[in-house]
C-alpha cells in the first residue's frame, strides 16, 4: 500500500505558472502507474496527465496539452505536475493517483488507480 501527499497548490492569475508535487511513501517502481486528476466544484473528477514511471511515457488530457508537463524526480518517489500559462477553468482541486496496473483504457480514468492523495487546490484568477 502506498501512501500519496500533494503539496503545491496556491492562487495564480492567468498566464501564471504552479509546480505541484506528489509524495509517495513507498517506491514507486511497485505503482509505475502515476496519474494527476483534477475536480472541480460541481464536475465529475477528470484526467489531467498520465506517466508510466518504467519508460517515462506520458498522456495529457487535450486540455493542458502543451501547457501542463508531467514527470518524475531522480529517485522516482516524487511525482511532478509543471503548470504553465494557467488559465481560470483550470481552477480545480488536484490530487494525484497510483496504481500497480492499470488496463490501457483506463489510463486517463478514475476507476484506473486504487490510491490517491488528499488532494491541493488550484486557484487561477482572470
Known amino acids: 500500500q502506498v501512501q500519496l501527499q500533494e503539496s503545491g497548490g496556491g492562487s495564480v492569475q492567468a498566464g501564471g505558472s504552479l509546480r505541484l508535487s506528489c509524495a509517495a511513501s513507498?517506491?514507486?517502481?511497485?505503482?509505475?502507474?502515476r496519474a494527476w486528476f483534477r475536480q472541480a466544484p460541481g464536475k465529475e473528477r477528470e484526467a489531467v496527465a498520465y506517466?508510466?514511471?518504467?519508460?517515462?511515457?506520458?498522456r495529457y488530457a487535450d486540455s493542458v496539452k502543451g501547457r501542463f508537463t508531467i514527470s518524475q524526480d531522480n529517485d522516482k518517489n516524487t511525482l511532478i505536475l509543471q503548470m504553465n500559462s494557467l488559465k481560470p477553468e483550470d481552477t480545480a482541486m488536484y490530487y494525484c493517483?497510483?496504481?500497480?496496473?492499470?488496463?490501457?483504457?483506463?489510463?486517463?480514468?478514475?476507476?484506473?488507480?486504487?490510491?490517491w492523495g488528499q488532494g491541493t487546490q488550484v486557484t487561477v484568477s482572470s
Open positions: 493517483a497510483a496504481s500497480m496496473s492499470t488496463p490501457l483504457p483506463y489510463l486517463l480514468l478514475p476507476r484506473g488507480y486504487d490510491y
Open positions: 513507498a517506491h514507486t517502481g511497485n505503482y509505475p502507474h
Open positions: 506517466i508510466y514511471i518504467g519508460s517515462g511515457s506520458t
